[in-house]
């Protein structure tokens, strides 16, 4: 690639490990409303919004509600989960996030946060990381969700650098295609056959250099 000038990462599977909260929390919602949500079920949600999110479990429920209704039980799912993530620690964050994050400093490459979550500010103070990017571009600044590039691109803009010089970092289907659209490279934290169109898998950041992300 051109120079590596920047580096953004997704949040929820990247450098944290959220997953698991937002699932209890949607679970929770599901059996309110008198039906079961499986962990297999919620991988359709990585990098979705809270909206789709909760659109797609109902579909799963077979429930219908109105849109007044939709808007109190995705409130609801939020309390639910803001519970969750009060326990966070800078212990959960991902392997390998805060020592490649601070490389990328070390360098002189920037760094962003390109998330969907509304949520993306509380959680990186709660594990300790609200200070180490130069910029954050989450789900309360974007009005398209991915695939739509408009986060990734927002956070290069807020960079000052061109998409070209952007690798992204991302462990949902629907944000490698964000980044492709983009026109960035893109490193697929999760399993190779899951994120075919990323330029390289690996299983965290804790297996991947800068050295070899200047290469891609
Ligand atoms: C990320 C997560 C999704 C979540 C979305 C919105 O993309 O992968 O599971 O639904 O953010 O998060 P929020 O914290 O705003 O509900
Ligand atoms: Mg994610």
């Not at 999110?53 to 429930?63: K, T």
């Not at 326990?87 to 490389?103: N, R, S, Y």
């Not at 360098?107 to 130069?134: C, P, Q, V």
């Not at 991302?170 to 899951?194: H, K, L, S, T, Y």
Request: proline share 2%; net charge negative; with cysteine.
């Amino acid at each position: 690639m051109k120079e590596l000038k920047a580096c953004i990462f997704d949040l929820d599977g990247v450098i944290v490990d959220t997953a698991v909260h937002h699932y209890k929390a949607w679970k929770r919602l599901a059996n309110s409303l008198g039906f079961d949500f499986t962990e297999e079920q919620n991988e359709q949600l990585k990098g979705v919004s809270r909206v789709r999110s909760l659109e797609i479990i109902l579909a799963i429920g077979g429930y219908s509600a109105t849109a007044t209704e939709q808007e109190k039980m995705a409130a609801q799912k939020n309390d639910w989960y803001l519970e969750l993530i009060g326990q966070m620690t800078p212990e959960d964050i991902l392997p390998g996030a805060k020592e490649f994050v601070e490389a990328c400093k070390a360098e002189g490459i920037k760094t962003a946060i390109g998330s969907a979550s509304k949520n993306t500010l509380t959680i990186l103070s709660k594990i300790g990381l609200d200070k180490h990017f130069d910029a954050i571009v989450d789900g309360n600044k974007v009005t398209k969700a991915k695939p739509d590039p408009e986060v990734f691109l927002n956070a290069a803009k807020e960079l000052n650098v061109d998409a070209s010089v952007c690798v992204v970092f991302e462990d949902a289907i629907a944000g490698v295609e964000a980044a492709n659209n983009a026109g960035m490279r893109c490193v697929g934290i999760g399993q190779p056959a899951v994120l075919t169109e990323a330029n390289a898998v690996v299983s965290s950041l804790a297996e991947i250099t800068l050295s070899k992300v200047k290469y891609l």
